[in-house]
């Protein structure tokens, strides 16, 4: 049996007018203890594929089914608590509180869980973090931690609540070569260590060999809009920084509030959020059809969609 059966998933997220098809008959299947790394070109749907394997994200049709529980048809409030349960996640950086230290990061799982974070998870996150190489550091704040050391407490975090599966997305981008190389290796020891299956998004092909099996998004499983928020800038410059302030870190900050404060709260988070963003930066260009063109082998808009 598989711990994640995804089969003919498809996602359409819906701006406006507009209809943008993120994913369309997604399927993939993970078993037990099986390391997955998941490549594709940026906007290619890899953060929606995850988002929806971990349940953060509903399909807009397919079924997927986690650990033995098909989650397709769960509401909201089953699925925060399917994700606790089930699933832990690592996202690229802005993913720890910064006002907590590592030891206390780990145990917001515990709290989350309705734990008071007592004697035994306190024990368990300590454990963690010296199985990690952190014990020297349990009483630091992210801040006070390097790159891939905040990424090993993420990791200590998603280990928390022992899932059959952990969900990374891009977690060594923000790392240096060597010190993501250092941090894949880790991952890798400490899911077969536990049995544990994981899907790792990466966009650097050396980090595939970390991985019992590689998948690629295929292109023209989506179209980007010209009046999606994010849209043009990454479909101009794919791998780079989108200055003032990156797109993706701002996402995952928001999919980690969306998981801590359930799908309600969290999306109208996100609402706000987007908003108070296109009121902060600058107006981001204009979405040209010229621009289509550079990317490749990315296929044109939904019919729906127009142009
Ligand atoms: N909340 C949203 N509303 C509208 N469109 C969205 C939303 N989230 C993602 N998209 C669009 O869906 C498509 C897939 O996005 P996704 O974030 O899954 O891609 P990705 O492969 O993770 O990209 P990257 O490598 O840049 O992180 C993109 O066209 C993106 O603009
Ligand atoms: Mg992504």
């Known amino acids: 049996m598989s711990v994640l059966d995804m089969r003919d998933v498809r996602k359409v997220y819906r701006n406006g007018g507009d209809e943008i098809v993120a994913l369309d008959h997604a399927t993939l299947q993970v078993d ?41 048809g769960h509401d909201s409030r089953a699925l925060t608590r399917f994700r606790r349960d089930n699933v832990g996640f690592v996202f690229q950086s802005v993913n720890l509180v910064p006002f907590l230290d590592a030891e206390q990061n780990l145990l917001v799982v515990d709290e989350l869980g309705g734990g008071k974070g007592g004697k035994a998870a306190k024990a368990r996150a300590r454990q963690l973090l010296d199985e990690l190489g952190l ?13 891939g050391e905040r990424q090993r407490v993420a990791i200590g975090r998603a280990l928390f609540n022992n899932p059959r599966l952990v969900l990374f997305d891009e977690p060594t981008s923000a790392l240096d070569t060597k010190i993501g190389e250092q941090v894949m290796e880790l991952i890798r020891t400490e899911m077969k260590a536990r049995d ?12 595939t060999h970390f991985a019992d099996r590689t998948v690629e998004i295929v292109d023209g499983r989506l179209v980007l809009d010209g009046t999606s928020p994010f849209g043009p800038r990454l479909l101009t410059e794919p791998h780079e ?63 729906s969609a127009g142009g």
């Open 32 to 72: 037990h203890g099986e390391i997955v790394a998941l490549l594709g070109p940026s906007g290619s749907g890899k953060t929606t594929l995850l988002s929806i394997a971990g349940g953060l994200l509903a399909a807009t049709a397919g079924s997927v089914v986690v650990n033995g529980t098909d989650i397709t």
């Open 135 to 147: 014990g020297q550091r349990r009483r630091n704040l992210p801040a006070q931690l390097s790159g």
């Open 196 to 207: 544990t299956a994981a899907v790792i998004v990466t966009h650097d092909r050396r980090m």
């Open 241 to 303: 920084p989108a200055a003032p302030v990156r797109r993706d870190e701002i996402d995952e900050l928001l999919v980690v509030a969306r998981f801590l404060l359930g799908p309600a709260r969290g999306t109208r988070l996100i609402h706000d959020a987007h908003g108070l963003l296109a009121s902060a930066l600058p107006p981001l260009p204009r979405y040209e059809p010229a621009d289509r063109g550079r990317v490749v082998g990315r296929r044109g808009r939904t019919p």
